[in-house]
T-cell receptor
Framework: DGGITQSPKYLFRKEGQNVTLSCEQN?????MYWYRQDPGQGLRLIYY???????QKGDIAEGYSVSREKKESFPLTVTSAQKNPTAFYLC??????????????FGEGSRLTVL | GESVGLHLPTLSVQEGDNSIINCAYS??????FIWYKQESGKGPQFIID?????DKRQGQRVTVLLNKTVKHLSLQIAATQPGDSAVYFC????????????FGTGTLLAVQP
């Protein structure tokens, strides 16, 4: 079935370590996004990519990095520079770049906990 | 995620009743609005959308109402079922920019059997 796959679902990290969250989609979508979700807050955009080999910072990009080497993949690295990395991370994709189709397809999320 | 429902306003309804979930949006210039449903431990799912040139739009068991005068959006769910239990949140944007979506904090809908 077509969809977005995020892994791992749960991840624990020690302070000072970088971790990479995987996001793969087989929907043939051009645009992909990373959001952070914290309790009691709306989703906040970390990074987005509208096309392969190009990505843009979102509202809270500091301490994060991404790459978009393949259309299907948009991994997110949470670096040690991110001061408060414990959160639920959501990857999404959409079929058009910059034009809203009305539907972002989300993955199941990855919960990162810093010990 | 599992803890998304914490600290959120909660609407508790009986199975079979109608539910109304409200959302106040922030930008009077926003012209496109979406409702999402997020079940515990899962990613959000698109429910229904509405453009600013409309006041009402209906889907299957759901209706979205838009009041631009007071910047208010509501989601009505008819004959609420246990499977409707989830966090519901609205999103707004201007000009169709997917990367400019502003998400609300959400409401937890709890359906009592």
């Amino acid at each position: 079935d077509g969809g977005i796959t995020q892994s791992p679902k749960y991840l624990f990290r020690k302070e000072g370590q970088n971790v990479t969250l995987s996001c793969e989609q087989n929907l043939n979508h051009d645009a992909m996004y990373w959001y952070r979700q914290d309790p009691g807050q709306g989703l906040r955009l970390i990074y987005y990519s509208q096309i392969v080999n190009d990505f843009q910072k979102g509202d809270i990009a500091e301490g994060y990095s991404v790459s978009r080497e393949k259309k299907e993949s948009f991994p997110l690295t949470v670096t040690s520079a991110q001061k408060n990395p414990t959160a639920f991370y959501l990857c999404a994709s959409s079929g058009w770049t910059g034009v809203l189709t009305g539907e972002l397809f989300f993955g199941e999320g990855s919960r990162l906990t810093v010990l | 995620g599992e803890s998304v429902g914490l600290h959120l306003p909660t609407l508790s309804v009986q199975e079979g009743d109608n539910s109304i979930i409200n959302c106040a949006y922030s930008n009077s210039a926003s012209d496109y609005f979406i409702w999402y449903k997020q079940e515990s431990g899962k990613g959000p799912q698109f429910i229904i959308d509405i453009r600013s040139n409309m006041d009402k739009r209906q889907g299957q068991r759901v209706t979205v109402l838009l009041n631009k005068t007071v910047k208010h959006l509501s989601l009505q769910i008819a004959a609420t079922q246990p499977g409707d239990s989830a966090v519901y949140f609205c999103a707004e944007t201007l000009g169709g920019a997917t990367n400019k979506l502003i998400f609300g904090t959400g409401t937890l809908l709890a359906v009592q059997p």
